[in-house]
């Protein structure tokens, strides 16, 4: 009974997730409002979708063996991530929104040419479907070892419910359900965190027991160096990655594009803390894990506190924060094949209806490939092996030059394509080929700052050399007069008042499922707390919170109302 009450719960969730994904299948009917959501998505609903994206079942895995061995410094190393989004809220978000683009393959098209554009499309796509693939196996591999599943078919029936809501409702369904699983997750870690820490005996009985340096904000081989690179490297993903610049076009203003990223910044100033006490908490309960166990640290505390039912929620809210980051890429994957290849490069004139049916195909496809990369992760070494190589070796080559040209008038096309290749290249010398010759390997650090810091060297030397002989690119050039060619259309398309009301309408809809799907959820968690042992208390001030929330997203649809009202 126990175990079937936590697959219960598990199945009712995804069932509600799925039923989203479907509904908003007929509120997408072009290009803008199926990858863009009519660039009216409120900045809340972006910066916490943003949120969402970011993180996965790694974060408890990998960063939650990080807090049981070393401690504190696990949240350090995430605490980088708030400070990467603060500085891209600053500086590099406006600018995104400000380019008027649909993707990021669409900017660098204009500005930087068709050559790097095609280069960098298809190195993207490999690079997404790899890291999102490892991304799915431990959540596959949480739900079948904590349920007793196999673990191919419980990787299969995880990504195809992945792949069906993404496919069918596109960038709403996603952020619908993002903002879902940040409730759900939300709730879960909440309901953790005191249960763990009366387990232990309270707080004082965990810092007395603690090891020595367990909270020193630095520890083990985390060192400043690799703090420093981690920052680094995170100012250049946050405010550079193909997936998360969606979230700040998607909004209505260069201004809400900075509060998406400000948003993200305060969430994991305060998240981290609450996911790593559990783990770090354990290792004062049980402090013999060794080797690769210490990954199951977060696992094992919620098996140990948590009642049947509420372990099925931790598990559909790590299974969720996974699909987040994926559907995410799922979706800005099929929005560059589906607007940078077969409509740039094969039908042009390609009609609305025909461009949304290719984009539900290429979303299958791809998130097909994405579940054949997820079964055979284990070949090659593992989610955290996979997901690290990868980031080490295109992080920079990949983000740093797009990044560069939204402040340089001086970048072009050839020197991109020259930077991009070579560090690529030296990237892949020092990280596959040098350590097989000789022995020699660089460390996590090192490897982090030479992927950030070498193509962002090597930029900065272009543009001291340009500036002696040029003051603008003819790619620049070019893009100025795209951008004013694209102004002149915006205009005329302003005045499309139908268009206008489609996407006040889906925002509606939306903020609409997004109250009822947290009513459903508070109403769960109030069933659960009737029959759990443990935890009733909390897990109904849960539920009611989530029921208060609720209410926020319905006013909100009742203004959106109010605005369609004022159009008619």
């Known amino acids: 009974m126990n175990q079937h009450l936590d697959i219960i719960v598990i199945f009712i969730f995804s069932a509600i997730i799925l039923c989203i994904g479907l509904m908003f299948s007929r509120t997408a009917v072009n290009m803008k409002s199926f990858f863009a959501g009519g660039e009216s998505v409120p900045w809340f609903i972006g910066g916490l979708s943003l949120f969402m994206s970011f993180f996965s079942a790694g974060t408890f895995v990998a960063w939650g063996s990080v807090a049981y061995k070393y401690g504190w410094v696990s949240i350090s190393i995430q605490w980088t991530m708030a400070f990467g989004a603060l500085i891209a809220g600053m500086f590099i978000a406006p600018r995104w929104k400000r380019t008027g683009n649909l993707t990021a393959a669409e900017y660098i098209q204009h500005r930087l040419g068709s ?3 095609k280069l960098y499309i298809y190195i993207f796509m490999i690079v997404s479907l790899f890291i999102k693939g490892a ?10 070892t904590s349920l007793g599943f196999p673990l191919a078919e419980t990787t299969i029936v995880l990504g ?11 960038l709403w369904a996603v952020m619908v359900t993002d903002i879902l699983q940040f409730v759900v997750l939300t709730a879960a870690v909440l309901i953790i965190l005191p249960l763990a820490i009366h387990e232990v005996g309270g707080l004082a009985s965990f810092t007395s027991r603690a090891p020595k340096g367990f909270f020193d904000a ?11 690179a981690f920052v680094l490297y995170h100012i250049f993903y946050i405010g550079g990655n193909w997936t998360f610049i969606q979230r700040y076009t998607s909004v209505d203003s260069p201004k809400s594009s900075s509060k998406v990223a400000y948003l993200f910044a305060a969430l994991y100033l305060i998240c981290p803390v609450i996911w790593m006490l559990p783990p770090m908490i354990y290792r004062v309960i049980d402090p013999g894990l060794q080797g690769l166990d210490t990954e199951n640290a977060y696992l094992k505390i919620c098996q140990l506190v948590l009642p049947p039912g509420l372990m099925g929620l931790m598990l559909t809210g790590m299974y969720f924060s996974t699909s987040a980051t994926a559907n995410t890429t799922l ?19 390609a009609s609305d209806k025909e461009l949304m049916k290719v984009a539900r195909i290429s979303s299958w496809g791809l998130g097909i490939l994405m579940i054949v990369i997820a079964l055979i992760v284990p070949m090659m070494g593992g989610m955290v092996e996979v997901v690290l190589t990868v980031a080490a070796i295109t992080a920079g080559p990949l983000l740093a030059p797009p990044l560069w040209s939204l402040f340089s008038k001086r970048l072009a096309g050839k020197e991109t394509i020259l930077i991009t290749v070579l560090t690529l290249s030296l990237n892949l010398f020092f990280k596959m080929i040098l350590p097989v010759v000789n022995g020699f390997k660089l460390n996590r650090g090192a490897e982090m700052l030479m992927g950030v810091g070498v193509p962002l060297l090597l930029l900065i030397i272009n543009e001291l050399w340009q500036r002696s002989r040029i003051s603008q690119s003819n790619e620049y050039v070019n893009y100025l007069r795209h951008k004013e060619e694209s102004k002149k259309n915006a205009v005329d398309k302003a005045l499309e008042r139908e268009e206008v009301l489609l996407f006040k309408k889906q925002n509606k809809f939306g903020l609409k499922v997004i109250a009822f799907s947290l009513l459903v ?20 001030i849960m539920g009611m919170v989530v029921f208060v929330l609720a ?4 006013l909100a649809s009742k203004k959106v109302s109010q605005q369609i009202a004022e159009l008619y």
């Open 135 to 144: 991304v799915l196996y431990p959540v596959a591999k949480l739900v079948s």
């Open 331 to 349: 979706n800005v994957v099929s929005a560059v094949f589906t607007n940078d290849v077969y409509k740039n490069r094969f039908k042009p004139d």
């Open 218 to 228: 630095l520890n083990g081989e985390y060192t400043f160096s690799f703090l420093f």
């Open 551 to 554: 209410i926020i997203p319905w």
């Open 521 to 540: 959820t508070a109403i769960i968690l109030l069933a659960l707390s009737f029959f759990t042992l443990i935890g009733k208390s909390i897990t109904a």
């Open 115 to 117: 050559k790097v554009q």
């Open 160 to 170: 195809m419910v992945m792949i069906a809501y993404t496919a069918a409702g596109g």
